[in-house]
């Protein structure tokens, strides 16, 4: 191993270790993050025959028999016909529609993180000389990487992990033509395309699996951050309800967008991209990470947070029980769980705040905010099935490796278990998230229920108001109309005595005062008998009165007046009698 690693110490730039660049991009950088690209799932993973291929676009599907793959390069540098030269399929026209080549930068630094997992289950980051095995990858020496690639490996070395960060086409058809990769997998991590996809099996040898594997985290919100970053500690999430940033800008329904949230961070997008060759003696894991402005966490993050899941007690164990290589992508993927619980942490306090505005303002405009969330929380459906589908598929697709004769039935055995166990243990926390998921689908939707029907009790309060001002105004219109019934008859007396009724009076408009006001009397009294005797309620006539009983309703209402006191009357004597 000391002639392997001093090679190694000497194409490699050590600088020790170093802290994580930032994960957000340049503090400058004050612009929220774009949105991700619409996956286009049929150019997913390898089954598909026709990569990258538009029907409907392209206009020449004939078959080109005289088109040969194209010749691996020169000796030094046979990766150059990457991928045509390994897979013949994939053309340049092809190969540019993926971008797979054009999106990665030739020039600029390339680093590459190294893990190794030993065979006593050890993690190390760490050479002999007990330097950081980072690789700083520089145009200019960029054959001394192709060369470290091609150096064999120590045999204590069950894993090797290799976490490129700002990857440059050059590195990438490196590592394309040392490790047989398909270029499904570089496409479908520079275009967000859930995978997930086993190939190249070999009974007692190994294989390749892939897994892309959008997920969603948290950052803080780079259009409101300070200017001076504050110490994030476990409990500050929970204590940023007490100063809520306004989202009050136009905001859109689109779930590929990142999701603004009141207590100073988004929601966002993430790509998990991991391809295994899965070997009998070292196998090989290599975590892509393109360069984007979609803020992703460094390569340097994840290779720190994989390094300290093996020094883990209950991993460390795992490990040493099985050979399985596989555990190690298994440990991984828990790195997206811990990202989801934490983004559905920042909603459930973005939910308590939206609830708590519902109550204090009652404006219904909130429910478009609620509206939008609800639209991501949809989404995020879709998203925690691929994550599901991804662990499923570890499970039910073994390491052919350990049915070598390396391994004994028993270790076979053990293995086995121990990944069904594992991988049963991160679906129970996957549908611990799909549950958190529909609570708050619940309380969103509860929420909703709760500002719409205070504007129902808001409309009831408006029309109870409209309906009280309109009961004051028809018994106002009743009092004009009894005023005008009295004063009626009287007006129409004396506009008939005003004029030449000389056949009615036998003079010539002489007529006195007295003859009026008898006239004018008796006109009322028999405006208001008929009035009363045609109304359908009065507190003259009771309700189930005869039609008799409506004709002599003075007398009818005299006797009974007369009858009551009478009544009352006797009765008092009575009781005086007694």
């Known amino acids: 191993m000391s002639r392997a690693n001093n090679h190694r110490a000497s194409v490699m730039f050590s600088t020790g270790l170093r802290s994580a660049p930032s994960l957000h991009g340049t503090s400058s950088d004050r612009t929220m993050p774009p949105a991700i690209p619409t996956p286009i799932h049929r150019h997913a993973a390898p089954s598909g025959p026709w990569p ?28 150059r016909g990457y991928p045509e030269a390994l897979f013949g399929n994939w053309k340049p026209d092809q190969v540019k529609r993926s971008k797979m080549l054009s999106n990665s930068p030739e020039l600029g630094k390339c680093s590459a993180h190294w893990l190794d997992i030993l065979t006593n289950g050890a993690f190390t980051i760490l050479d002999e000389e007990g330097q950081d095995q980072t690789s700083t990858i520089a145009p200019e020496r960029i054959n001394e990487f192709w060369a470290l690639l091609q150096t064999p490996r120590p045999a204590n070395i069950r894993v090797r992990a290799l976490f490129v960060d700002n990857i440059s086409s050059t590195v990438l058809q490196m590592l394309g033509t040392r490790y047989n990769i398909e270029p499904f997998f570089f496409t479908s991590s520079l275009n967000w395309i859930p995978s997930h996809y086993q190939e190249e099996v070999r009974s007692g040898k190994g294989d390749h699996i892939t897994i892309t594997l959008q997920f969603m985290r948290t950052m803080q919100n780079p259009v409101t951050r300070p200017s001076t970053p504050t110490a994030e500690t476990p409990n500050s999430l929970r204590s940023i309800p007490l100063q809520h ?110 609830e708590s505005q519902v109550l204090l303002t009652d404006n219904i405009n909130l429910t478009h905010k609620l509206h939008i969330i609800q639209a991501h929380l949809l989404n995020y459906q879709s998203l925690l099935r691929d994550f599901q589908k991804s662990v499923e598929f570890l499970h ?94 009287a007006s129409f007396t004396a506009a008939v005595f005003g004029m030449n009724v000389n056949e009615v009076t036998g003079q010539q408009g002489q007529e006195t005062l007295v003859h009026y006001v008898a006239t004018a009397l008796a006109l009322t009294c028999a405006t208001s008998w008929l009035m009363v005797a045609c109304h359908s309620h009065s507190p003259f006539i009771s309700k189930d009165s005869t039609l008799v009983q409506r004709v002599m309703w003075p007398m009818f209402y005299i006797f009974k007046r007369f009858n009551g006191k009478w009544r009352q009357k006797s009765l008092k004597n009575f009781q005086d009698i007694v």
Not at 53 to 73: A, E, I, K
Not at 480 to 485: D, E, F
Request: with cysteine; charged share 20%; proline share 6%.
């Open 52 to 79: 990258w291929v538009d029907f409907d676009t392209d206009s020449d599907l004939m078959l080109n028999y005289g088109n040969t793959p194209t010749s691996p390069g020169t000796a030094g540098e046979s990766w």
């Open 245 to 354: 940033i306004s989202t009050d800008e136009p905001q859109v329904i689109d779930t590929q967008a990142p999701l603004s949230l009141s207590c100073g961070n988004i929601v966002l997008h993430d790509l998990l991209a991991i391809h295994m060759v899965r070997s009998e003696d070292s196998s090989t894991i290599i975590s892509y990470h393109p360069s984007s402005g979609c803020r992703r966490p460094p390569a340097k993050r994840l290779h720190s947070i994989v390094y300290r899941a093996g020094q883990s007690v209950y991993w460390q164990k795992i490990f040493a029980q099985s050979k399985d290589p596989t555990f190690l992508f298994l440990a991984i993927l828990w790195y997206p769980l811990y990202a989801w619980d934490q983004a559905f942490d920042a909603l459930y306090t973005h939910i308590n705040w939206l």
């Open 396 to 489: 039910k697709t073994p390491n052919p490796a350990m049915y070598s004769d390396k391994y004994t039935p028993n270790e076979r055995k053990i293995s086995m278990n121990l990944m069904a166990r594992e991988c049963g243990n991160l679906l129970s926390e996957i549908a611990r998230l799909e549950s958190r998921r529909l609570m708050q689908i619940s309380r969103l939707k509860n929420v909703m229920e709760l500002a719409f029907a205070i504007v129902n009790i808001e409309d009831s309060k408006h029309m109870r108001e409209l309906s009280e001002v309109t009961v004051r105004d028809s018994a106002a219109m009743k009092q004009i109309s009894y005023l005008t019934m009295i004063f009626l008859p």
